[in-house]
């Protein structure tokens, strides 16, 4: 059997450290079971909380959204979380739960959670409230999230209403439980720290029914901050949680504006009355912040874990063709779009796992700008005269982003191929895409937990998820691979296989066209503190550290 114990002295040490700087947290809340405290409860100051700008959602249940997390992230826990350690090296960490042990056969985990953790309403957390919100992540008819937790043994008779049991969940007292998987699972852990993993107080989401996720009074927590105020259409509100479970925040709260209007958003800004200006999505409105040398001390920079990427339907002729897919890599002059539509805040990607992502091959070949070569590989495959294709473009895209496909198209028709951009309703464009039916669209997929399954598995774990993306990859033998390579145990194993189906889908099939890792721009206003990212580049999860002067 082997354990996560974090009585371990290095193992202590190595945690404490992290966590330290990477969780919010709150004392005990051992003595305060009974209730919320008054202190929780009194009005705070809002002039003290941070100010940050958000784009108002439509729901804040994580298990039912695959976009907005700010709440999940700030409000709620998770059993484990994940960080980078002094090496740059992503490691599980404790959170709720204390500590685990993992079978020798690597199927059975057994959990341990802290003794003494509360919601912000004062009751308990236990194995049941756990066992609930797997359960309701399978079983909710608007889930979006049950590929974290359907490797649980039974998830599928759950799911299709056979039983209303989890059978491979079994509660071993109020604080331990244990989950058998149905097969081994390499990343199972680093599932777990996904915000759609966050765990929900069983009675009180019981009894709120479709207002949680609504309603701030009925969607309840153990993390850092208490969703306080929804005011719709204006923003949100969250307050600190004094009484949680690992000390209390740095901040006395934090401020979400809903805005989307550039110039409101850097005008609020130069006011004093923003905190942090995210320059992502702000247009030729970021350059003054970029390249004024008075903002360069405020400038503060990451690289979210991320790749935005060129999808091309391989059940669409003469996409099929595998020379053509070729030709379409060959003729893209990536670094130029990544200059002209970011201003070369980028790093140019050749495969499937981006910089940062555990597994990522620097060594992995360069896939050339040659469009000879590509007007020679179209002409071999017959199609010298060039084809006709479509490019999708969904309505809701940064401003960036439509500009740059149609210097993509640009790019194709100097070898002939005659591409047409066309936007298309957020809503019919997922509803395409989802059934297989879009040739061509560029997007970005940016990692929910830092391995490499989260990627290849999603694009080509098998023919159902292949044919969401609108990828449509034919080959059942190397699909057969990614998902066997789930269950390699050994690390280094796991990810030389990786890596040799990455140079076979991408730079041999030619499956789909990496662009470019983005790197983000933050500027801090006066009053902030404490600015980190996360291991993924972002900085939403990291309020609770940041302090307000």
């Known amino acids: 059997m082997k354990n996560h114990k974090t009585n371990k002295p290095l193992c202590l040490l190595m945690a404490t450290a992290l966590l330290t700087s990477m969780l919010s947290g709150c004392t005990s809340a051992a003595d305060n079971a009974g209730g919320v405290k008054e202190e929780a409860n009194a009005e705070p100051d809002v002039s003290k909380f941070l100010i940050a700008v958000e784009e108002e959602p439509d729901t804040v249940d994580f298990q039912c959204t695959s976009i907005h997390y700010t709440i999940a992230q700030n409000v709620f826990d998770r059993l484990v979380e994940m960080e980078n350690n002094a090496h740059g090296s992503a490691v599980v960490l404790p959170s709720l739960a204390k500590e685990w042990e993992v079978s020798d056969d690597e199927l059975t985990y057994t959990f341990h959670l802290r003794d003494g953790v509360t919601f912000s309403n004062g009751s308990a957390l236990t194995a049941s409230d756990v066992l609930y919100s797997f359960t309701r992540l399978l079983t909710h008819p608007d889930s979006c999230n049950q590929d974290i937790v359907d490797v649980i043994a039974g998830a599928d008779k759950l799911q299709s209403g056979e039983t209303d049991q989890l059978e491979g969940f079994k509660v071993l007292g109020d604080l331990d439980f244990s989950i058998t998987l149905e097969e081994p699972f390499a990343a199972f852990l680093p599932c777990l720290s996904m915000p759609g993993a966050s765990i929900m107080d069983e009675e009180t989401t019981v009894n709120a029914g479709e207002r949680f996720g609504i309603d701030p009074e009925w969607t309840i927590g153990t993390g850092s901050f208490i969703l306080w105020k929804w005011n719709k259409g204006e923003g949100m509100l969250l307050k600190a949680n004094k009484d949680c479970w690992n000390g209390a925040p740095k901040c006395e709260g934090v401020n979400l504006k809903f805005m989307s209007d550039a110039d ?123 084809f006709e294709m479509t490019i999708s473009v969904k309505s809701s895209v940064s401003s960036w982003e439509k500009p740059m496909m149609e210097d993509v198209a640009s790019m194709w028709d100097k070898i002939g191929v005659k591409a047409t951009v066309e936007v ?104 902030l503190g404490g600015i980190k990212a996360s291991w993924n580049g972002s900085v939403k999860n990291n309020y609770r550290n940041m302090t307000i002067q």
């Not at 896939?367 to 020679?376: E, G, K, N, V």
Request: net charge negative; aromatic share 10%.
């Open 264 to 386: 409101e958003i850097s005008a609020l800004f130069e006011k004093g009355e923003l905190d942090i200006l995210d320059l992502d999505g702000l247009g030729s409105v970021a350059d003054k912040y970029l390249e004024d040398d008075s903002y360069k001390d405020r400038l503060f920079r990451a690289h979210p874990v991320g790749i935005t990427y060129i999808a091309l339907n391989e059940s669409i002729e003469p996409l099929n063709d595998v020379s053509v897919r070729k030709a379409l890599q060959l003729a893209l002059d990536r670094q130029a779009l990544l200059d002209s539509s970011l201003n070369g805040k980028g790093e140019i990607e050749q495969g499937i796992f981006p910089h940062g992502l555990s597994g990522y091959n620097e060594d992995l070949a360069e896939i050339a700008y040659d469009p000879d070569a590509a007007a020679s590989l179209l002409a071999e495959a017959g199609y010298g005269d060039g």
């Open 424 to 527: 298309i309703d957020e809503a019919e464009w997922m509803k395409l895409r989802k059934s297989g039916k879009l040739s061509c669209y560029e997007a970005t997929w940016t990692a929910d937990f830092n391995d490499p399954d989260n990627f290849i598995y999603t694009f080509f774990g098998n023919k159902e998820n292949t044919t969401f993306r609108s990828l449509c990859y034919p080959r059942e033998d190397i699909m057969e691979r990614v998902s066997d390579a789930r269950a390699i145990a050994d690390k280094d194993e796991r990810i030389k296989e990786y890596r040799e189906l990455e140079q076979t889908i991408i730079q041999e099939d030619a499956a789909w066209i990496p662009l470019f890792s983005r790197i983000r721009y933050y500027v801090k206003g006066e009053r």
